[in-house]
């Protein structure tokens, strides 16, 4: 099947699985359930930058880069990547490793937390909307595989459901949300051609 057919294909099933999963709750604005996510419904890797883009359908040259950009004011810096998408859509595990933390918290609301398989490296995926089924802690996930959904959690605006994606620089010694934040934009970008 051609790239195309398989972005075609990912589209159907994403927007099929979200009109069946949509419920309302007390007259509150419908909320897709979590469903799990087949890795048929995911379209191969595309060549580019180190690291998968972690959103199913979302092409490398569509990114923006937001590491950097002030927040509360400018009272911090974004040290993530955000990456826009409908609310249900497939999050993929941007390169091997393993789950240290599957976690709920105020800020990034529903998170994963992956640390590479040498240790040195930790990804984190935060505002998700719900887990893949049967995901826990200590589990090895390769590169691509079908991870969670994208969602509004936390402290994410509603109107934008996105995928927070950070990745930090640590050890194996370091605990789950410790480590350096490195520009994830590098690393998934297409390469620029030399000039």
Not at 8 to 27: E, H, N, P, T
Not at 57 to 83: K, N, S
């Amino acid at each position: 099947m051609t790239k195309l057919g398989w972005s075609i294909l990912a589209l159907i099933l994403l927007l099929g699985a979200g009109f069946a999963s949509m419920v309302s709750i007390g007259g509150r604005a419908p909320v897709a359930a979590p469903t799990p996510l087949p890795a048929a419904s995911v379209p191969p890797a595309t060549s580019g930058g180190q690291l998968l883009v972690p959103v199913a359908g979302v092409a490398r040259d569509a990114l923006v880069d937001t590491f950097g950009q002030p927040r509360d004011g400018g009272a911090r810096h974004h040290e993530a990547i955000d990456i826009m998408a409908p609310r249900g859509t497939a999050v993929l595990a941007a390169a091997d490793g393993r789950i240290d933390k599957l976690f709920d918290s105020v800020a990034g609301g529903r998170t994963i937390y992956i640390r590479s398989l040498d240790g040195a490296t930790m990804y984190y995926y935060a505002h998700l909307d719900g887990y893949r089924d049967g995901l826990t802690e200590g589990q090895v996930i390769r590169r691509g595989e079908p991870i969670a959904m994208v969602g509004a959690t936390g402290n994410a605006d509603a109107a934008a459901p996105h995928l927070h994606f950070s990745v930090l620089r640590t050890t194996p010694a370091q605990g789950w949300s410790e480590g350096e934040a490195v520009d994830p934009f590098p690393l998934l970008a297409e390469p620029r051609a030399k000039r």
